[in-house]
Nanobody, 125 residues
């Protein structure tokens, strides 16, 4: 069992940066494949970024590639999402998610078994 808690959301202007953090409780965090997802009002939840358990490989949605960076610190049971050059369309609730598997289907929400409660990110144009 893993409990996830996001922090670092907020209200920023377009072009600004923001860093989201997700801390996990429970054991074996270093064995989990981790992802960030987001959901904008009236839209389905969408994949943003993911990282392997060891941190050696990362994956990104095309819409954020080159602007967002996912990282993790297994010693701190934490995963991060650095968001640069934010755009109005990045406005959403951002969720941290954990998968006990390899993450092969990382772009599918069903891959992940544990989800945080979400953090609001609002970007004003």
């Amino acid at each position: 069992q893993v409990q996830l808690l996001e922090s670092g959301g907020g209200l920023v202007q377009a072009g600004a940066s923001l860093r989201l953090s997700c801390t996990a409780s429970g054991n074996s965090f270093s064995s989990y494949f981790m992802g960030w997802w987001r959901q904008a009002p009236g839209k389905e939840r969408e994949f943003v970024a993911a990282i392997r358990s060891s941190g050696d490989k990362t994956f990104y949605a095309d819409s954020v590639n080159g602007r967002f960076t996912i990282s993790r610190d297994n010693a701190k049971n934490a995963v991060y999402l650095q968001m640069n050059s934010l755009k109005f369309e990045d406005t959403a609730v951002y969720f941290c998610a954990a998968s006990p598997r390899s993450g092969y289907f990382y772009r599918l929400a069903v891959e992940y078994e544990y989800w945080g409660q979400g953090a609001q990110v609002t970007v004003t144009s």
